[in-house]
């Protein structure tokens, strides 16, 4: 069994920055690759970013690509996604997965975090 707790989110002005953070506990977190979902209202829930175990793979939607970091520190047990020129349109519940198959198919993640409300003011 793999746990996620995320924290970072909140309000801020476009152009303004985040960190988000997802705590990963279980005995066999390590193996899993870690990804971040939003879900905006009356949206489907869409692929924001993942990486993969080691942290030597990173993958980024186009719309966030360039302004997202995913990091991920294993001794900590914890994701990073580091928000930068935040836009109105980044305005979601950001969620944190784990996978052990394809990083963009949120269907195929095995366990979810609870979310974290991130509004992004013009």
Not at 34 to 49: D, H, I, N, S, T
Not at 50 to 70: E, Q
Not at 92 to 110: K, M, Q, R, W
């Amino acid at each position: 069994q793999v746990q996620l707790v995320e924290s970072g989110g909140g309000l801020v002005q476009a152009g303004g920055s985040l960190r988000l953070s997802c705590a990963v506990s279980g005995r066999t977190s390590l193996v899993y690759t870690m990804g971040w979902f939003r879900q905006a209202p009356g949206k489907a829930r869409e692929f924001v970013a993942a990486i993969s175990p080691s942290a030597s793979s990173t993958y980024y939607a186009d719309s966030v690509k360039g302004r997202f970091t995913f990091s991920r520190d294993n001794a900590e047990n914890t994701g990073y996604l580091q928000m930068n020129s935040l836009k109105p349109e980044d305005t979601a519940v950001y969620y944190c997965g784990a996978t052990l198959n394809y990083y963009y198919d949120f269907n195929s993640y095995n366990y979810w975090g609870q979310g974290t409300q991130v509004a992004v003011s013009s």
